[in-house]
């Protein structure tokens, strides 16, 4: 993929004064101006991100399939971890990861159950080729089709007024559909689709349209009072509300178990082959040897991906320039500074033996850092 791919709101971004930078091979706003803006805005008010390099995939019934042998539900239930059986009133999501016969994580992805004949996926741009690749190679023996939806845009509108100042904005049915939504439930609403979900921690919604209509829709909520925002501001805003960024806290190479994901598991029913479960099913049972934390940093400095957590240092208390030695080792998966808390935060995998503090490795230095649940911010407030 090349840095030529550009969303339907490219010209937006540069109206808007956007600085475009090379995401997953797409020219994409970093910020409009200061992301620690943008993020407060989102954390008090409302801002709205451009989406649209993510995929969107339906998934129906194929029209040469023999209808009665056909099963999306069946079809996902073997290629999701999570269950879609507990889908069962129409709009609701699920978070789920999907994983290889390793036990990997190929994407992380939300799936709407609509009914029992349409099933709307979304997932992860820089994943989305081979995610597609994956579906299509298991597709045909369950009489479903899998289509991505080239000709749909998307934005997320998020923060704690993003949904009533959105509705100005929206059209009349999207609003009528979209008002009595509740969280993690989608609305058809014909050519247009509104989600109660999204990837900051705060409430709002990611909506679907033909792309043509995108950039009317981006001048309105502008105008509607909701700022645009870049992906500087959705990774710190994604990192305070502890939520996984694929290719950083979650890989091919590692499992949801020792992932922060366990959670997205399904064991029951304990007949239902999912890809992977048996690679899981042993890990489990032998023990995960790490885990995902979160990290706040107690000294100066900054958090970044790949530094050394160091959990213990041969029993003895840690100094500022000490030698690592024999210590248990974690790497840090995200890291920035949280505007929300003002200080440094991560995400961590460590072995399970951490205790409440430790020590980061910057630049040869030690430097003491907090163990704490990796979730940092909660609608707006501190946890």
């Not at 407060?40 to 649209?52: E, I, K, L, N, P």
């Not at 949801?256 to 049972?285: H, M, N, Y």
């Not at 213990?312 to 974690?330: F, M, S, T, V, Y």
Request: proline share 3%; hydrophobic share 40%; net charge negative.
């Amino acid at each position: 993929m090349t840095m030529s791919n550009k969303t339907v709101l490219f010209d937006k971004h540069v109206e808007y004064n956007g600085k475009i930078v090379d995401f997953a091979g797409w020219q994409m706003p970093v910020n409009y101006g200061s992301q620690i803006d943008e993020h407060h805005q989102v954390r008090t008010d409302a801002g709205m991100f451009d989406v649209s390099h993510m995929v969107i995939v339906d998934i129906e019934v194929a029209t040469d399939a023999a209808t009665e042998a056909a099963s999306i539900k069946d079809f996902l239930q073997h290629m999701l971890a999570n269950d879609v059986a507990k889908l069962t009133e129409s709009g609701k999501a699920l978070y789920s990861c999907m994983l290889n016969t390793e036990g990997g994580v190929i994407d992380d992805l939300i799936v709407y159950y609509m009914n029992d004949e349409w099933y709307r996926v979304v997932v992860n741009a820089g994943t989305a080729e081979k995610d597609l690749a994956w579906l299509n190679q298991h597709a045909e023996s369950f009489g479903v089709s899998v289509k991505a939806r080239d000709d749909l845009a998307m934005i997320a509108v998020q923060g704690p007024h993003a949904r009533e100042k959105s509705f100005d904005a929206l059209p009349v049915d999207v609003v009528e559909a979209a008002t009595p939504l509740k969280r993690f439930f989608g609305a058809d609403c014909g050519d247009w689709f509104v989600g109660r979900t999204g990837y900051t921690g705060e409430d709002g919604f990611e909506i679907m349209m033909p792309l043509s209509e995108a950039p009317a829709l981006w001048d309105k909520l502008a105008n509607a009072g909701i700022k645009p925002c870049g992906l500087g501001a959705r990774d710190t805003l994604r990192l305070e509300a502890g939520m996984n960024l694929y290719g950083n806290d979650m890989t091919e190479d590692t499992s949801p178990l020792i992932s922060g994901l366990g959670w997205t598991i399904s064991w029951q029913p304990e007949d239902r082959a999912f890809i992977g479960r048996d690679v899981l099913e042993k890990e489990k049972a032998e023990g995960i040897k790490q885990k995902i934390v979160g990290l706040i940093l107690e000294e100066r400095g900054v958090l970044r991906e790949h530094q050394k957590v160091i959990v213990e240092l041969n029993g003895e208390q840690l100094e500022g320039e000490a030698l690592i030695g024999d210590a248990l080792i974690g790497e840090i998966t995200s890291g920035t500074f949280s505007p929300s808390l003002q200080k440094s935060i991560a995400l961590a995998r460590v072995p399970v033996e951490i205790g409440e503090t430790c020590a980061v490795e910057i630049r040869g230095k030690l430097l003491k850092a907090s163990v704490v649940k990796p979730v940092f911010v909660r609608d707006g407030q501190p946890v």
